[in-house]
Structures are given as structure tokens and as C-alpha cells.
């Protein structure tokens, strides 16, 4: 049971166009949500994260939206580079602090 | 330069052996993690560990095992029970939400190969 899911596998984005990253949940428990950035052949990096009570956060190029409602959010990178080129993944924690991650979506930018 | 060292790299084993992961962190982190990337499945969660002498199963603990004797390791052994052990595997470690800024920081993986 997929409870954390990125249903495109792949994007690709011209540079210097936005990127957008969708994830949807289905457990309305999960209270705070987190993106992770990952190359090939090393350990995912942190990027940004929202809590449950707020609708948005930005730090410089991206900015992570969160629609509680509809139980889906999204990371915006503005605008996007070829060093963007990797794989994301969204992530959602309980109140037990262990993390779901999504399936991923790998990025590329096209120069 | 605090962080996890994962070693090694790149692991094989025959099929039939069991092989020992390595994970330090000097972060000074409570909690440990261990998940595994295979294609198309994101990251999944194998075993955790809260504080010393204590760890739970994840959710797909069989054909593993761990320890925690010291706060700064988290060995991960994969048994010859675990039927499909080629992957990616990663090690993490977190501080509690309540200390301040949440986030995982993660290893570098070790490529584990049975051949």
C-alpha cells in the first residue's frame, strides 16, 4: 500500500523554465512533508519541508506547496538548471518521526 | 566534518552468505535508519533505531538484522534468508522534530551484488 506516491517517474524542463514536482498522500495523519534531491550512486540530500499548518514555504529556487484538502503537494523550482538534473523524492512523517518516501521522479534539464 | 560513513561502496556476495553493512555517524544524532532503493520503489524502510540497545523492524525487515550497542554505529546484516538482497542500501540518522529543524542526513549508500 503505496501511501506516499510520485506518479510521474520522469520530467523533463527546459532550463531556466519552471520545474514542478507533484506528490500525493492518502494518510490525513502525516503532519509534516519533506523533498529530497538525489543523484546516482549517492544518499538523497535534503531540499526543503513543510509543516502541516502552513500552505507554503520557500527557500530561494524552491518553494514546496502543500494542499491539505487534497492531500497533495508540490516543489516548484524557479528557474531550473542543469544541476536540477537528478531524482526527487517527496516524503511524509507521522508523529513516530519515521519517514514514507515516494516512488521518485527523476528530473532532467534540457541546456 | 560531522556526517554517516556507509562502507563500503560497493559490496558482492555469493548467494549463501550473510554480509555486514557499515554505518558511523558522528553527528551525534539519536536515531538511525536503514532503507533500500530498488528501481521504481523509492525508498523503503528495513530496520530503525530510536536510542541505544533499541531498534524496531521497518517495513520490510525479513532477511535482515541489526545492533545498537554504540549511539555512533548501526551495522546492518543481510542474512541469506533475504531472497532478492541486490540493491542499494541507506543509511541515516536524525536528531527529535522537538530539537529543531527535521530532516534525515543520509550516507552515501553501499550497491550490494549477489552473484
Known amino acids: 500500500d503505496q501511501q506516499v506516491k510520485q506518479n510521474s517517474p520522469s520530467l523533463s524542463v527546459q532550463e531556466g523554465r519552471i520545474s514542478i514536482l507533484n506528490c500525493d498522500y492518502t494518510?490525513?495523519?502525516?503532519?509534516?512533508f519533506l523533498w529530497y534531491k538525489k543523484y546516482p550512486a549517492e544518499g538523497p540530500t535534503f531540499l526543503i519541508s513543510?509543516?502541516?499548518?502552513?500552505d507554503k514555504n520557500e527557500d530561494g529556487r524552491f518553494t514546496v506547496f502543500l494542499n491539505k484538502s487534497a492531500k497533495h503537494l508540490s516543489l516548484h523550482i524557479v528557474p531550473s538548471q542543469p544541476g536540477d538534473s537528478a531524482v526527487y523524492f517527496c516524503?511524509?512523517?507521522?508523529?513516530?518521526?519515521?519517514?514514507?518516501f515516494g516512488t521518485g521522479t527523476r528530473l532532467t534539464i534540457i541546456p | 566534518d560531522g556526517g554517516i560513513t556507509q562502507s563500503p561502496k560497493y559490496l558482492f556476495r555469493k548467494e549463501g552468505q550473510n554480509v555486514t553493512l557499515s554505518c558511523e555517524q558522528n553527528?551525534?544524532?539519536?536515531?538511525m535508519y536503514w532503507y533500500r532503493q530498488d528501481p521504481g520503489q523509492g525508498l523503503r524502510l528495513i530496520y530503525y533505531?530510536?536510542?541505544?540497545?533499541?531498534?524496531q523492524k521497518g517495513d520490510i525487515a525479513e532477511g535482515y538484522s541489526v545492533s545498537r550497542e554504540k549511539k555512533e554505529s548501526f551495522p546492518l546484516t543481510v542474512t541469506s534468508a533475504q531472497k532478492n538482497p541486490t540493491a542499494f542500501y541507506l543509511c541515516?540518522?536524525?536528531?527529535?522534530?522537538?530539537?529543531?529543524?527535521?530532516?534525515?542526513?543520509f550516507g552515501s549508500g553501499t550497491r550490494l551484488t549477489v552473484v
Open positions: 541515516a540518522s536524525s536528531i527529535p522534530r522537538l530539537k529543531g529543524d527535521y530532516g534525515y542526513t
Open positions: 494518510n490525513s495523519m502525516f503532519d509534516y
Open positions: 513543510i509543516s502541516s499548518i502552513k
Open positions: 516524503a511524509a512523517m507521522l508523529v513516530d518521526e519515521k519517514l514514507t
Open positions: 553527528l551525534n544524532h539519536d536515531a
Open positions: 533505531s530510536q536510542i541505544v540497545n533499541d531498534f
